[in-house]
């Protein structure tokens, strides 16, 4: 349809241009991966993207993004020892508030949300990594989202041999690779999660490829390339769902 009389027509005038545009019922965008991955890179490099097309889209965080997920978020960092369930509570309180708060509102304005983790970081953290129950984390997940199942997922695929030397800025294994993810320290100068062994990331890294294998919703990205061409893969693919949901073409262009 490049280039059709349509398309002029849908995008042709000034005022057009202007206007934001939005997709009936929202989109609903996840990125997850272990540490170290550049995943919240990519999550802003995509927003960015969006948002220069004239896309109407926000970005959020979890846990953050709402008074409650930043107390988290700093509980998170600061807490030595705590049981799977327990985390898991807190992280679903904070999604829940997140959905009420941020998320819904903005699907049901038609706009896309692109939101660095979800669903699938509890999973993968909390229950394969830390041994909670998959099936209770799930029905968690169900009830503090009502459902609400991502239209696409990105998953950055790193091993954690060179994601967590990433983290610690120790020399990249990949040559050329740009993983545009600074040394992050959080405020208590703790990283709770990237200092646990190396098994409890190889655990995250094979519940997230596993779960990707179940649903058509995954779209698995090697992190080991070039910052600039896992944003253009992610934009090719986040370009055909929202073709298919009626966005015309020519906006891509602009
Ligand atoms: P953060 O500093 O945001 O790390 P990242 O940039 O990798 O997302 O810290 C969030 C931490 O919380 C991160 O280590 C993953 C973890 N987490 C869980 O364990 N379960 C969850 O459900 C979520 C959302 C995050």
Request: glycine residues 8%; charged residues 25%.
């Amino acid at each position: 349809m490049a280039g059709t009389q349509q398309e002029e027509m849908d995008f042709g005038s000034d005022s057009e241009r202007m206007k934001k545009r939005t997709v009936e019922g929202g989109l609903l965008i996840t990125f997850e991966g272990g540490e170290g991955v550049g995943k919240s890179t990519q999550a802003e490099r995509l927003f960015h993207k969006l948002q220069s097309f004239g896309i109407d889209s926000i970005q959020a965080q979890e846990p953050g993004s709402s008074d409650l997920g930043n107390n988290v978020r700093s509980w998170i960092k600061r807490a030595n020892s705590s049981s799977p369930l327990a985390e898991t509570l807190l992280f679903e309180a904070a999604r829940a508030q997140l959905m009420f708060e941020t998320v819904r509102p903005a699907l049901d304005r038609g706009k896309v949300v692109v939101l660095d983790r979800y669903t699938d970081s509890t999973l993968a953290y909390q229950g394969y990594a830390r041994g909670g129950d998959l099936q209770t984390i799930t029905q968690l997940n169900n009830i503090a989202t009502a459902n609400l199942e991502p239209h696409l997922t990105v998953l950055l695929d790193l091993d954690p041999k060179v994601s967590l030397a990433r983290v610690n800025n120790e020399p990249d294994l990949f040559s050329g690779a740009d993983s545009g993810s600074p040394t992050r320290v959080d405020d208590e100068g703790q990283r709770r999660f990237e200092d646990q062994p190396m098994n409890f990331h190889q655990n995250i890294r094979n519940g997230y490829l596993e779960m990707s294998k179940k649903d058509s919703r995954w779209c698995v990205i090697k992190a080991d390339q070039a910052g600039h061409r896992i944003a253009d893969a992610i934009l090719k693919r986040v370009r055909r769902l929202l073709i298919e949901r009626a966005i015309p073409e020519a906006v891509f262009r602009s």
